[in-house]
C-alpha cells in the first residue's frame, strides 16, 4: 500500500483528497481502496477536519473504474470477494462517514469512479465529465454499490436506462436528472467544491452529522427513517451545538459550534 496513490491536503477544515493514478485515469485497484479507505477513517477522528472533498488527478478522469486489468481473471467467488471488500471497506464508510464528503468530478467518472461519487454526500461535476456504469458492456454489473444508490438518487427508470445501455453522460444531463448537484468549468471546480465545503461548515458539525445518520436511515433495511429523525431531533437537543445554536439566534449573533 502506498500513500503516494492518494494526495491529501487540509487547510482551514477541509481534507482534499486526490486519487493519483493518472496513468490508469485513476482506476481503483486494490491499494488505492485501501489507502482511500484509511484516509476517510482518519479523517473521521481529525479535530482539524470538518469536510471532505474527493477528487482525481489529471485534468482527464475522476475515476476511470475498478481496474479492469487487476480483476480480469477472476473466479465468481474471486469477484464476490471483491464487491464486498470494496462494498465494506470504501464505499459504505464514505456513505457512513460522519464528515461530508463532497465529489469534485473532474473527468471520466465510469463504473466504480461514479459509484464512488455515489458514495459521497454531495456530487459537483465540470463541465467536460462523463458519467456512465459501463459495466455490462464488460460482461459484469455494478460491484460497489452502483445498482443501488443510482436509482435511490436519480429514480429506478433513469438509472436502469445508464445501467442496461451503458453509455456515458455528459455534466448537463447529470445535473438534469440530479445525479450531480452542481455544473461548473474545469478551472472553477476546486473552488465551488471548497465554496459547497464552507457553506456546510458554517453549520453545527454535530447536526450535520446527525441529519446524515437520519438521511441514511431510510435507506436502511429494517428501519424506519421517520422514526429514526424523531429519535436523531431529540437527541440533537441534548447537544452543546443545540444550546449554542439557539442562544446565538436569540442573542443575534453568529453561532460558534463546538461540534459537542
Ligand atoms: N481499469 C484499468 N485500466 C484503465 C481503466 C480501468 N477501469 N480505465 C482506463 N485504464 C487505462 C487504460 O488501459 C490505459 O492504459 P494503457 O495506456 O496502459 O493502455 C490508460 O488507462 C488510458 O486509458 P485509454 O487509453 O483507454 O484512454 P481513452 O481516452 O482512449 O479512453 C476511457 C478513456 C473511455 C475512460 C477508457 O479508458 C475506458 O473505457 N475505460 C474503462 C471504463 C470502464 O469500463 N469502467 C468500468 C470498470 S468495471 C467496474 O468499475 C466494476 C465495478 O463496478 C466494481
New binding site residues.
Partial sequence: MSDSLILQQKSDGILTITIQRP???N??NADVIATLAEAIDVAQTDADVKTVILTGSGD??FV????????ADFSGKQGKV??QQ?QNLLFNRIERSAKPVIAAING?A????L?LALACHIRIASDNARMG???V??G?????G?TQRLPQIVGKGKALEMILSAKMIGAEEAASCGLVNAVVSPDALHDAAQKMARSIMKNSPKAVSTAIQAVLAGYEDGINGFDAEINCFGASFETEDFKEGTQAFIEKRKPLFSGK
Fill in positions: 496513468q490508469a485515469l482506476a481503483l482527464k478522469a476511470a473504474g475498478a481496474d479492469i486489468k487487476e480483476f471483491l464487491a470494496g471520466f465510469l463504473g466504480g469512479g459509484e456504469l459501463p459495466e458492456s464488460l459484469v454489473i455494478p460491484g460497489y452502483g
